[in-house]
T-cell receptor, first 115, second 108 residues
Framework: DSGVTQTPKHLITATGQRVTLRCSPRSGDLSVYWYQQSLDQGLQFLIQ???????AKGNILERFSAQQFPDLHSELNLSSLELGDSALYFC??????????????FGPGTRLTVL | GIQVEQSPPDLILQEGANSTLRCNFSDSVNNLQWFHQNPWGQLINLFYIPSGTKQNGRLSATTVATERYSLLYISSSQTTDSGVYFC??????????FGTGTRLKVLA
């Protein structure tokens, strides 16, 4: 158990819909990262938050948004869903401070299926 | 940005055999990790190793930062070692770039 929790584990929805994925980081970790794993694109970084603020952005679509709340949990919102958004979405967390070990710990993932 | 390449893409071993997985990266890194993705999709941390050598049981890893590669050694492989092994690295930031993985199948 990495200490990172993600809900739900599975999500099945239809095209055009909107879903919210939730992540709770390990105790003490200030940084949260979202990654997408799809068959054709592999594992790709989406976005990073550090202590409530956006820190880095990767290949995240405009239809996707995220935020990190004061209690440090994070949510990834996916809207106007398309078939190609079907993927495994991982959340990871790390301490996030410069000058220290920033090993990332991954949650179990949310498997999204868009029909 | 940094590029991460892994080899071989696929590996089939008999139980008890040893193997070496390689990860090459295109720039200097400040973070590097090896992961095992099991058949259920979970990403399990194996090593955090931006430089040096570490060992954990039958697994060990070495990163030669100056030559931009990392190696993961699996000794006396077991069927439970099957899955995909990923190397991920970051350069200047904390966001990881993942390699395409090595798919390992260990036969009983």
């Amino acid at each position: 158990d990495s200490g990172v929790t993600q809900t739900p584990k599975h999500l099945i929805t239809a095209t055009g819909q909107r879903v919210t994925l939730r992540c709770s980081p390990r105790s003490g970790d200030l940084s949260v990262y979202w990654y997408q794993q799809s068959l054709d694109q592999g594992l790709q970084f989406l976005i990073q938050y550090y202590n409530g603020e956006e820190r880095a952005k990767g290949n995240i679509l405009e239809r996707f948004s995220a935020q990190q709340f004061p209690d440090l949990h994070s949510e990834l919102n996916l809207s106007s869903l398309e078939l190609g958004d079907s993927a495994l979405y991982f959340c990871a967390s790390s301490v996030g401070l410069a000058g220290v070990v920033n090993e990332q710990f991954f949650g179990p993932g949310t498997r999204l299926t868009v029909l | 940005g940094i590029q991460v390449e892994q080899s071989p893409p696929d590996l089939i071993l008999q139980e008890g055999a040893n193997s070496t997985l390689r990860c090459n990266f295109s720039d200097s890194v400040n973070n590097l990790q090896w992961f095992h993705q099991n058949p259920w999709g979970q990403l399990i941390n194996l090593f955090y190793i931006p430089s040096g050598t570490k060992q954990n049981g039958r697994l060990s890893a070495t990163t030669v930062a100056t030559e931009r590669y990392s190696l993961l050694y699996i000794s006396s492989s077991q069927t439970t070692d099957s899955g995909v092994y990923f190397c991920a690295a970051s350069s200047g930031t904390y966001k990881y770039i993942f390699g395409t993985g090595t798919r390992l199948k260990v036969l009983a």
